[in-house]
């Protein structure tokens, strides 16, 4: 057998509509250079690089980040085997059709292409002078994918940045380069991986330069330093995620509560606060099917996560689905609890490839989620990050922000209300389990789960998932997560 990470990161030959290199069509083209031998094969990367992304998140990694968590409720009779391992921890490194391996390919192929881009691209600059400024965007494309892709690969195979000192344990493979087809590649620290992350991120707002114009469904200078913010307060760097959130949340305004549900539900027409929101617009999308209660529900929220929203709070009816004429009429008017956060309202868009749920990457109520925390627990900033959630409350509960009144006592409380601000707020986005691991914190399950783990006490070894069977296997240099052997 061909060692499959080397072959993840050297394939030569592109086939039309190929999902493992860029996933867009070839034009005729039979080698990775000749792709890049002029622009219309770099924009065509681009494209790619997004679309992977869209999937990456859409199929894996947003289900990684809430099965492993403690608000959703999974349906086990309509779940798949390799969906009840992650519910239950149960994760083995033979699980080569699951999500050891899934997340890692994805993620990798992600890598694969960011630095094709990057190594088959440089050319074009000597090739096309006039054109850098778009040469520039996409390799500001490439750079903040590869560093989007390691960081999630550590959140998911490494454990959190200060698990040691100075962050020397295991992360991922922080692969800048493009190697040879027989490479073996270990496994970077994850300070390395970090380092690497911030330096692809600085270079990616200096590729895309002074642009000011903001599309969400494309990486944008705003989408980097959104990241940064998010990546700072991982590594809890304080100071620097409050600068980086801040600037986000000056260049973006909050949607506000009228468009609120239809930001989700309607995303065609609303677009909302979205930073880097992935379209899914002919793509299908893998977040509806698991999560719609029409037929064989998989996964609902968690009853009694729903019961600490008040009936005011506009979030709340991102959790109720009334059927609607074009579900049929064996479900026409049926009303279910489901999370409908990638669940399309359907009437008045005749085009059904345009009912669309497009997931977000980043978005700016979490800039506010970030800010907050970074003032609380990093600059002892009480007043300042109460200001924050009061923005968020007020918009939930139709009130000014004047009108909230938080009741907390000292640094820990405050603290404490922001964490039960963000569950709610980025509820079902992919976030909740890496939230409760960076923080080092207990997952706990509600009485009435359906789990076969109601406690895992951090800092357990299934807090990362092992390292596939297969990539063992094919590369001698690789690692395994301990407790996985």
Excluded at 364 to 384: F, K, P, Q, W
Aim: hydrophobic share 35%.
């Amino acid at each position: 057998m061909k060692k499959l990470f080397s072959i993840c990161f050297a394939t030569l030959t592109i086939t039309a509509g190929c999902t493992s290199f860029l996933n867009v069509e070839t034009l005729g083209k039979s080698t990775i250079s000749g792709f890049f031998s002029d622009l219309d094969g770099l924009r065509a990367a681009g494209l790619g690089l997004h679309r992977l992304i869209c999937e990456f998140y859409d199929d894996d990694y947003i289900r990684m980040g809430e099965l492993a968590g403690d608000n959703i409720f999974l349906y086990r009779v309509n779940s798949s085997q390799n969906i009840l391992l992650l519910y239950d921890f149960a994760s083995r490194p033979s699980d080569n059709t699951g999500y050891p391996q899934l997340l890692w390919k994805a993620g990798y192929e992600i890598c694969t292409n960011a630095n094709n881009i990057l190594y088959y691209g440089e050319p074009l600059y000597g090739q096309y002078p006039e054109s850098r400024e778009l040469i520039d965007k996409h390799f500001g494309y490439a750079y903040f994918a590869r560093a989007l892709a390691i960081f999630d690969l550590c959140n998911v195979y490494a454990m959190p940045y200060d698990y040691t000192a100075d962050a020397s344990h295991l992360g991922v493979v922080a692969i800048d380069y493009v190697p040879g087809f027989d490479s073996e590649l270990g496994r970077n620290t994850v300070k390395e991986c970090y380092d690497l992350v911030l330096s692809d991120l600085h270079k990616a707002i200096e590729c895309f330069g002074e642009e000011s114009e903001r599309t969400p469904n494309y990486i944008s200078a705003l989408a980097c330093k959104a990241l940064l913010a998010r990546v700072y307060l991982y590594m809890k760097d304080y100071a620097n995620a409050a600068i980086y959130a801040k600037e986000v949340m000056d260049a973006v305004p909050l949607t506000p509560r009228g468009d609120y549900v239809n930001m989700y539900r309607r995303a065609q027409n609303y677009p909302g606060e979205g930073i880097l929101r992935m379209n899914t617009f002919d793509t299908g999308s893998g977040m509806r099917s698991f999560c719609t209660p029409l037929s064989g529900q998989t996964a609902t929220v968690d009853p009694v996560f729903l019961s600490t929203f008040r009936d005011e709070d506009i979030r709340k009816e991102l959790f109720t689905y009334v059927a609607e004429p074009e579900d049929g009429p064996e479900y026409e008017g049926n009303v279910y609890t489901a999370i409908c956060k990638y669940l399309p309202l359907k009437g008045g868009e005749s085009n059904a490839e345009n009912r669309r749920c497009d997931h977000f990457v980043l978005r700016v109520s979490e800039m506010y989620l970030i800010h907050a925390e970074a003032l609380c627990l990093g600059m002892n900033d009480t007043r300042g990050a109460a200001e924050d959630i009061k923005a968020l409350q007020a918009r939930a509960l139709g009130k000014s922000p004047s009108e909230i009144n938080l009741a907390y006592t000292g640094v820990d409380g405050l603290d404490r209300l922001i964490q039960e601000e963000r569950s709610k707020e980025l509820c079902f986005e992919g976030h909740r389990f890496f939230d409760l691991k960076r923080r080092g914190e207990d997952v706990v399950r509600r009485a009435g789960s359906s789990s076969s783990v109601a406690l895992l006490r951090y800092p357990d070894h299934r807090y990362v998932l092992p390292i596939s069977q297969l990539e063992m296997q094919s590369n001698d240099k690789m690692v395994q997560n301990e407790n996985y052997e």
